[in-house]
């Protein structure tokens, strides 16, 4: 109460000069005074900010605030000093700020107030970097989260450690329950995506580790799934690009890679070989390249390629005699047709072509001798048996009757309503019975149909 009954008469006598003002704020911080100082300053700046004077009293400000802090750094009131050293704001104050907090830090963790203790290693980690109690923080920090199981906040805080103090006595201590955890984490990595494993295993990968090798291994096991989902989608460019990254990162794995691509190319060289036999040349000649994508000198890709040329060059001249062979065949030169189809047949076995030389050997026979022809097919069917059934009915109304009762037709030829379609027809007249056997034949298929049902019956027989 005193004090302000001093500063309010300090004021009225010196209202009206701002240098007085100053100057007793100054007399003030010289006698060490710095409560009294420091409000003392904060009115002149308030009222003279743009003036020398004003950042001189800046400075002081800082300075008594230091002071006060300091007085309470000795006397080990670390809570207060850092206060004082936060108002404070300069280099000094904080170069005994992290002191403070490093303290209060040690009496939360005696009385096992984690949080509380957390709090002070995060303040001087975020706003006061250059502290030497940096690394020991880190360690500290480690410890708690290893009693948390706070995997992933160890690792971030080792990386930092290591990457900062490499040779620090506090990371070489972590080291084993750091590889304890990259074990983890690996194994960790195969519940994830392909895409978020491998993040995860460069990230290990980056730490110090006696578990290199494996992590790295891990990362090729993945390329390689990487290459076979790109081989699933038809994506051969990047599936060679994941197969380089596996030789990148686990040269080891060469191998498997080789075996990988040559299992890949087998796909495309059959993938292909099943176009080619569809005669789909361009479809064929794209499957099998893929194969140079992965293996550039895959012999069993330029053996196959050879292949569809020469046989595409067959089925080609193929087609040209094909195509002659059509023209006679409208022409209806069945002759030439067939001398065409059967040369077209001689390149390259096609099924429509071997039809078609059946069809024209069929229709030359027709051209020549159609009715002859017509009892050919039906004599030839099936091995003679219409022929066989016929005679068997006879010679059994010949052995019930006399010969003579029994009168046969014979075969006989009539046209039938169509091009190249006649009717064959054989009569049995018996005294009980009568046979009138009647079939349609298509020249052109050599195709049998019976016109009524005891022709019929007498076919399935």
């Known amino acids: 109460m005193k004090n302000k009954i001093i500063l309010f008469f300090l004021t009225i006598l010196f209202g009206c000069s701002t240098t007085p003002k100053y100057d007793l704020a100054h007399q003030y911080y010289q006698q060490k005074k710095y409560l009294t100082a420091i409000y003392l300053f904060d009115e002149f700046v308030e009222t003279e900010a743009n003036t020398a004077l004003a950042t001189e009293s800046i400075l002081q400000r800082s300075e008594a605030y230091y002071q006060l802090g300091f007085t309470e750094f000795q006397s080990g ?9 936060y108002l404070a704001n300069s280099q000094k104050a904080d170069e005994l700020q992290d002191n403070c907090y490093f303290q209060m830090a040690k009496k939360h963790h005696e009385k096992n107030n984690i949080d509380d203790e957390l709090f002070c290693y995060n303040y001087i980690f975020s706003y006061l970097p250059q502290s030497e109690f940096i690394a020991e923080i880190l360690y500290n920090r480690i410890l708690i989260y290893l009693e948390q199981d706070e995997k992933y906040l160890i690792l971030t805080d080792f990386h930092f450690l290591w990457s900062h103090y490499p040779q620090n006595e506090y990371t070489k201590k972590l080291q084993p329950k750091i590889d304890e955890l990259m074990t983890y984490f690996i194994g960790q990595s195969s519940e994830y995506d392909v895409d978020k494993s491998l ?34 989608e038809n994506d051969v460019q990047n599936a060679e690009i994941y197969f380089g990254k596996v030789v990148e990162f686990a040269p080891l794995k060469m191998s498997e890679v080789i075996f990988q691509k ?16 569809e005669f789909l040349f361009d479809e064929a000649n794209l499957e099998y390249q893929k194969s140079f994508v ?51 047949y001689s390149f390259f076995e096609i099924e429509k072509v071997s039809q078609k030389i059946e069809i024209m050997q069929n229709l030359c026979e027709a051209q020549n001798n159609p009715r002859k022809f017509a009892l050919k097919i039906v004599f030839e069917y099936e091995n003679g048996k219409l022929n066989k059934e016929i005679n068997g009915i006879i010679a059994e109304a010949k052995a019930e009757h006399q010969n003579e009762l029994v009168k046969t037709s014979n075969w006989k030829v009539v046209f039938a309503i169509g091009e190249y379609n006649y009717e064959i027809r054989y009569d049995i007249i018996t005294p009980k019975k009568s046979y009138y056997f009647a079939w349609r034949v298509d020249l052109k298929n050599r195709k049998l149909t019976p016109v009524n049902k005891i022709s019929e019956k007498l076919m399935e027989n």
Request: neutral net charge; contains cysteine.
């Open 77 to 85: 009131n670390w809570e207060l000093a850092s206060k004082y050293f």
């Open 199 to 232: 993040d995860l295993l460069f990230r290990l990968s980056k730490y110090p580790t006696d578990l290199k090798e494996v992590i790295f291994t891990k990362i090729g096991d993945i390329y390689i799934l990487k290459a076979q989902i790109a081989f699933s």
């Open 262 to 277: 040559q299992k890949m190319c087998s796909i495309f060289i059959e993938k292909g070989d099943e176009y080619l036999a």
């Open 294 to 344: 992965l293996l550039p000198k895959c012999e069993y890709a330029t053996t196959a390629i050879e292949k569809m040329k020469t046989t595409q060059l067959t089925y080609n001249t193929a087609l040209e005699h094909e195509k002659k062979a059509s023209q006679f065949e409208f022409k209806n030169d069945f002759e030439n047709a067939l001398k065409w189809y059967k040369s077209s």
